[in-house]
């Protein structure tokens, strides 16, 4: 199924609030050494959306999610909004779209509407919240 290209309605299961996914992003398993290295998270846009399975955004590849945690499903898209990314540009950190890691970036939902259990769609695809997202070791280090 292709997820919610940017434009894309987010909503939940009953049709009520709504945001609009603003970007969508992937990043592929590092090739090289020096990529490895890079340890960047951030994740290029895709303006075609991507599609997604039970297993995550194809071509996107978290080392965490498959070294640490056997690529369980409950971790497969990362959620972020932009109230979240203002906050923190507003605090002076020099971030942009895509340099949390995040899979899709949201508009109109704060933070707080992806709870845990909360179920939403984008298109054709229906998600869960399975749990709050985390920094990985790479963004603790920032």
């Known amino acids: 199924r292709v997820f919610g290209l940017p434009g894309a ?13 603003v970007r969508t992003g992937v990043r592929a398993k590092p090739t090289t050494e020096a ?3 890079s340890r960047s998270p951030n994740k290029p846009s895709l303006a075609q959306g991507f599609t997604v399975s039970k297993d995550g955004a194809l ?11 056997k690529n369980t499903p409950d971790r497969a898209l990362s959620i972020m909004t932009t109230d979240v990314l203002a906050a923190l540009q507003a ?4 971030l942009q779209e895509g340099d949390l890691g ?4 949201v508009t109109g939902l704060p ?3 992806f709870r845990v259990g909360r179920r939403f ?3 054709n695809v229906l998600a869960e919240v399975t749990e709050p997202i ?9």
Not at 10 to 20: F, I, N, T, Y
Not at 59 to 69: E, P
């Open 9 to 21: 309605v987010a909503e939940d299961e009953a049709g009520g609030k709504q945001g609009v996914v």
């Open 35 to 37: 990529e490895a290295k």
């Open 59 to 69: 071509g996107d590849y978290n080392q965490y999610r498959a070294t640490a945690l």
């Open 91 to 94: 605090e002076g950190w020099s």
């Open 102 to 105: 995040e899979n899709i970036l």
């Open 111 to 113: 933070y707080a509407w």
């Open 121 to 123: 769609s984008v298109g």
């Open 134 to 142: 985390q920094p990985c070791a790479n963004l603790c280090r920032l």
